[in-house]
């Protein structure tokens, strides 16, 4: 059935069997830390397979053990995930950050070389530039524009291009919806690997969610999320995942095993919930997003709209853009006239859009990554990849856009009147 049926209607019954609760229509929530084995026999079984002492059986399931290896809740919800990404499995962490340092630890060792996109989340270029460096990793970043000549030159000049081992994406980038060519980065891949090491791909496809992008079907090995963002949807739970094949998967579960960053039950069970509105919500919010950076596009205190909806046909962006999306998404970064100054009294001139970090949620926010986000960036960076002063990130939530549109219109009124003021002074 599950090769037949869209993903969305298999959100509210996939993996779960009513039977197995008393008939209840939801699974419950699995609040309990051990199972028990029918038999002594079946104990040892379970452990077996879950120290990789023996391989699965056909159409064998790993049984309930003990909630830190496995529990009902997270096993429907990556089930489930599954699903959006067509990956073979999923592991679910209690955060986004927990499943990327969690898989870069996993597939990176002490001398090897890791590629990076930059600007990559910053928790995500904290890890590698402080954590895995203190480890000897080695890590080299390169831009979205870059072409892959440049990119391997890059690589060469390290001198460590026999350790490359992984490649690090984020794709679109956050905040200005920069892209990265996946396909490229797999001819780089195979580029450096050997017969003894392949050198893999993961790409964090959080900035466009699961809807519309498949990394997997581009030549990415992994495919990275914060669940926190359109997963979770409702900016009341933390939680990240990795998908890609049984057996790079079944790596990333041991070493989380060990770690012990699995997501909770309670945490599980609100993804689930957040699962069946997921193309919904998503749906609006790509809708929403649309009429405003049209809006934003008109408008004369406005100087560009960063936003996959209106790029130039022409571009080597929307070259990429038609091959691996299929919407133009919910996030938008746009530069307004002026400097801090306007920037901030925008802000603070907003009515129902909320001024927070984070993004994929159900209600519009808004942010300005050079004084928040971003703000630890050096400044070369920041010029380089478009974080100016005067640039504002908008995730476009599910509310009516002429409200939206409302909002943002009002809040521009006050900065033109600030402005107006200004020059009235200056005079
Ligand atoms: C939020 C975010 C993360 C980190 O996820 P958490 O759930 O906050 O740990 C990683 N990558 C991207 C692109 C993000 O937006």
Known sequence: MKELLSPES???T????????EGAIKAPLFMTSTFTFNTAEEGKSFFELAYGLREKEQEEQLGLIYSRINNPNLEILENRLCLWDKADDCAVFESGMSAISTTLLEFLSPGDLLLFSSPTYGGTDHFINHFLQKIGVHAVGFYPQESKAEIIQRIVETGHSKQLAHIYIETPANPTNALIDIKMCKEIAQHFSTAEKEVLISVDNT????????????????????????????????AGAVLGSDKLIKRVKTLRTFLGNMASPHTCWLLLRSLETLKVRMEQQARNAKDLARFLAGHPAVEWVCFLGSLDVSSRAYRIY??????SGAMISFY???????????LNALKLIKLAVSLGSTESLVQHPASMTHIGLCPVLKARIGITDSLIRLSVGVENSRDLIWDINQALGVVRSVAVNDETICV
């Open 336 to 346: 307004i006239k002026g400097g801090e100054k306007e920037a901030f009294a925008f």
């Open 10 to 12: 298999l959100m509210m």
């Open 322 to 327: 038609k091959e691996q999306y299929s919407s």
């Open 207 to 238: 900035y466009m969610g699961p809807l519309w992008s498949n990394p997997l079907q581009h030549g990415a090995d992994l495919v990275i999320y914060s669940a926190t963002k359109y997963i979770g949807g409702h900016s009341d739970v933390i």
């Open 14 to 21: 996939h993996g779960y069997e009513p039977a197995w609760s």
